[in-house]
Protein backbone atom coordinates (compact mmCIF):
# COMPACT_ATOMS: atom_id res chain seq x y z
CA UNK A 1 0.00 0.00 0.00
CA UNK A 2 2.89 2.19 0.81
CA UNK A 3 4.08 1.80 -2.66
CA UNK A 4 0.77 2.82 -4.22
CA UNK A 5 0.71 6.17 -2.25
CA UNK A 6 4.49 7.03 -3.15
CA UNK A 7 3.65 6.06 -6.85
CA UNK A 8 0.29 8.45 -6.41
CA UNK A 9 2.19 10.96 -4.60
CA UNK A 10 4.67 11.39 -7.37
CA UNK A 11 2.12 11.56 -10.18
CA UNK A 12 0.49 13.98 -8.60
CA UNK A 13 2.84 16.47 -8.49
CA UNK A 14 3.32 16.09 -12.53
CA UNK A 15 0.22 16.85 -13.51
CA UNK A 16 -0.55 17.83 -16.96
CA UNK A 17 -1.47 21.75 -17.50
CA UNK A 18 -5.03 22.63 -18.73
CA UNK A 19 -2.97 24.15 -22.05
CA UNK A 20 -0.10 22.58 -23.65
CA UNK A 21 1.59 25.09 -25.79
CA UNK A 22 3.75 22.57 -27.39
CA UNK A 23 0.89 20.07 -28.45
CA UNK A 24 -0.56 23.10 -29.50
CA UNK A 25 2.38 24.04 -31.58
CA UNK A 26 2.47 20.79 -33.05
CA UNK A 27 -1.09 20.58 -34.44
CA UNK A 28 -1.05 23.76 -35.87
CA UNK A 29 2.35 23.22 -37.62
CA UNK A 30 0.75 19.69 -39.27
CA UNK A 31 -2.73 21.89 -40.06
CA UNK A 32 -0.41 24.37 -41.86
CA UNK A 33 1.63 21.67 -43.52
CA UNK A 34 -0.98 19.82 -44.73
CA UNK A 35 -2.69 23.22 -45.75
CA UNK A 36 0.36 24.32 -47.76
CA UNK A 37 0.58 20.96 -49.36
CA UNK A 38 -3.26 20.66 -50.99
CA UNK A 39 -2.83 24.41 -52.21
CA UNK A 40 0.80 23.65 -53.35
CA UNK A 41 -1.27 20.90 -55.20
CA UNK A 42 -4.09 22.88 -56.39
CA UNK A 43 -1.55 25.01 -58.14
CA UNK A 44 1.09 23.46 -59.29
CA UNK A 45 -2.90 21.47 -61.09
CA UNK A 46 -3.76 25.13 -62.23
CA UNK A 47 -0.58 25.85 -63.59
CA UNK A 48 -0.07 22.71 -65.87
CA UNK A 49 -4.01 23.12 -66.93
CA UNK A 50 -2.95 26.64 -67.88
CA UNK A 51 0.51 25.51 -69.61
CA UNK A 52 -1.57 23.06 -71.99
CA UNK A 53 -3.82 25.29 -72.80
CA UNK A 54 -1.60 28.01 -73.90
CA UNK A 55 0.68 25.36 -75.68
CA UNK A 56 -2.71 24.15 -77.51
CA UNK A 57 -3.91 27.50 -78.48
CA UNK A 58 -0.60 29.10 -79.16
CA UNK A 59 -1.03 29.77 -82.59
CA UNK A 60 -4.52 30.99 -82.27
CA UNK A 61 -3.83 33.59 -79.77
CA UNK A 62 -0.54 34.65 -81.61
CA UNK A 63 -2.66 35.48 -85.19
CA UNK A 64 -4.76 37.14 -82.77
CA UNK A 65 -2.62 39.21 -80.99
CA UNK A 66 -0.83 40.24 -84.76
CA UNK A 67 -4.08 40.95 -86.08
CA UNK A 68 -4.98 43.63 -83.02
CA UNK A 69 -1.23 44.82 -83.03
CA UNK A 70 -1.32 45.71 -87.01
CA UNK A 71 -4.79 47.21 -86.53
CA UNK A 72 -3.82 49.47 -83.70
CA UNK A 73 -0.47 50.81 -84.82
CA UNK A 74 0.21 54.03 -83.40
CA UNK A 75 -2.66 54.07 -80.77
CA UNK A 76 -1.23 51.24 -79.41
CA UNK A 77 2.00 52.53 -78.63
CA UNK A 78 0.00 55.78 -77.40
CA UNK A 79 -1.97 53.10 -74.91
CA UNK A 80 0.79 51.63 -73.79
CA UNK A 81 2.95 54.86 -72.62
CA UNK A 82 -0.68 56.13 -70.89
CA UNK A 83 -0.35 52.41 -69.33
CA UNK A 84 3.26 52.55 -68.10
CA UNK A 85 2.88 56.71 -66.60
CA UNK A 86 -0.28 55.53 -65.29
CA UNK A 87 1.07 52.61 -63.15
CA UNK A 88 4.14 55.57 -62.29
CA UNK A 89 1.53 57.86 -61.29
CA UNK A 90 -0.62 55.23 -59.22
CA UNK A 91 2.71 54.20 -57.58
CA UNK A 92 4.05 58.16 -56.98
CA UNK A 93 1.07 58.78 -55.62
CA UNK A 94 0.09 55.91 -53.21
CA UNK A 95 3.81 55.48 -51.78
CA UNK A 96 4.20 56.27 -47.86
CA UNK A 97 5.23 59.24 -46.92
CA UNK A 98 7.80 58.76 -43.74
CA UNK A 99 6.73 62.14 -41.08
CA UNK A 100 9.27 63.68 -38.78
CA UNK A 101 8.82 61.66 -35.15
CA UNK A 102 8.30 64.19 -32.48
CA UNK A 103 9.65 63.03 -29.23
CA UNK A 104 8.71 64.44 -25.85
CA UNK A 105 10.83 64.13 -23.14
Not at 6 to 28: I, K, Q
Not at 73 to 94: K, M, S, W
Amino acid sequence: MSGENALDSLFALDEAPAVDPTFRAGVMRAVAQRRFRIELAIFAASALFMLIVLFLSGDALMAAITQILSSLGDVGIVLVIAGVVAFLGHAIVTRTIRLPVRVFS
